[in-house]
């Protein structure tokens, strides 16, 4: 038995580097703060009926598109969003912009694994 013994540490070890990596990594999966995450929902309940059935679903959206792109990438494909509404040339900034493209696109492509994941 002096070989489990020896195995305890080894074990010990493994255990805080496997809670420290799994910490990490549920902080990566939720830096989106919770009032975006309510933001995301009520806007997906307004487009897919305000039901039980669309609070889950646009939960479990938000939560993979988080899982897919990281919050800061939201943000700026969110503002593209509201920015491309503007008319006049500020607006067209954003409509133009190949950075404000890749980012809606990042967004969309997100969105449509959500619609795949969780619809």
């Known amino acids: ?15 805080v580097l496997a809670g420290s990596f799994m910490g990490a990594r549920a902080q990566e999966i939720n ?4 009032s975006a995450r309510a933001e ?7 487009a897919n009926g305000e039901s039980r059935q669309s609070i889950e679903q646009c939960s479990c959206s ?17 503002t593209v ?11 067209g900034q954003f ?5 404000a493209a890749n980012a809606l696109n990042d967004l969309r492509r997100a969105q449509a694994e959500a619609e795949v994941r969780c619809f």
């Open 40 to 46: 995301y929902v009520f806007g997906c309940m307004k």
């Open 95 to 99: 409509r133009s912009s190949e950075q």
């Open 81 to 91: 969003l509201s920015m491309s509404q503007v008319r006049g040339n500020l607006g």
């Open 1 to 15: 038995m002096a070989g489990a013994g020896m195995l305890r540490p080894i074990v010990a070890v493994l255990a």
């Open 62 to 78: 938000i939560d993979v598109v988080a899982s897919i792109i990281p919050y800061d990438r939201y943000v700026t494909a969110e």
């Open 31 to 34: 830096d989106y703060p919770t």
